[in-house]
């Protein structure tokens, strides 16, 4: 089974903090996605990878940043946390080259920023 | 712009009732329509629909796509408690595009007993 490991399930951080959200994942994926999710909105797509060192911007990329050195390893950044922030972060990978763009996701980061 | 509305936002049924769940998408250079079932945790997948007029069944659950008018149906019958949940309609694009997926802002069902 593909596993999509996120580091933390619960955050708390404080406004203006830098922030790291890692995301693992065990089957070789060559896309990886960071979504945030927020009621009412859906999931929103933050930043995706293709491939190492490789990035595109997503819906909302603004206050964000990321960064993918390894294959397994993509990670999101928020560079000086704010209140608007707070929400659920969302870590998937996909193998689109099989011709499937099912995406499998982590468990997901509750971020709180006060 | 990429984007997938999914109707109605959110939905109570009685345990027994039938219920259709929509989703349109406008996709740049789409290849798949997928549903996605979130409880309170990340998403698990329920279908990939790449061809019109095919459905997808799994039990109760059924799934069809129709390329043409750029929508999607999922259908749940003699529904559970345990189908309470909410429902993701997400449109992927090609591989050479990265794959990406544009979700809808899901349908929130809630089954009573």
């Known amino acids: 089974d593909v596993k999509v490991t996120q580091s933390s399930r619960y955050l708390v951080k404080r406004t203006g903090e830098k922030v790291f959200l890692e995301c693992v994942q065990d089957m070789d994926h060559e896309n990886m996605f960071w979504y945030r999710q927020d009621p009412g909105l859906g999931l929103r797509l933050i930043y995706f990878?293709?491939?190492?060192?490789?990035?595109e911007k997503g819906d909302i990329p603004e206050g964000y940043s990321v960064s993918r050195e390894k294959k397994e390893r993509f990670s999101l950044i928020l560079e000086s946390a704010s209140t608007n922030q707070t929400s659920m972060y969302l870590c998937a990978s996909s193998q689109p080259r099989t011709g499937n763009t099912e995406a499998f996701f982590g468990q997901g980061t509750r971020l709180t920023v006060v | 712009e990429d984007k997938v509305v999914q109707s109605p936002l959110s939905l109570v049924v009685h345990e027994g009732d039938t219920v259709t769940l929509n989703c349109s998408y406008e996709v740049t250079n789409f290849r798949s329509l997928l549903w996605y079932k979130q409880e309170k945790k990340a998403p698990t997948f329920l279908f990939m629909l790449?061809?019109?007029?095919i459905e997808k069944k799994s039990g109760r659950l059924s799934s069809i796509l129709d390329k043409k008018e750029l929508f999607s149906i999922l259908n749940i019958t003699a529904t559970q408690t345990g189908d309470s949940a909410v429902y993701l309609c997400a449109g992927g694009g090609l591989y050479n595009q990265g794959g990406k997926l544009i979700f809808g802002q899901g349908t929130e069902l809630s089954v009573k007993p």
């Open positions: 990878s293709y491939d190492v060192k490789m990035k």
């Open positions: 790449t061809s019109s007029g």
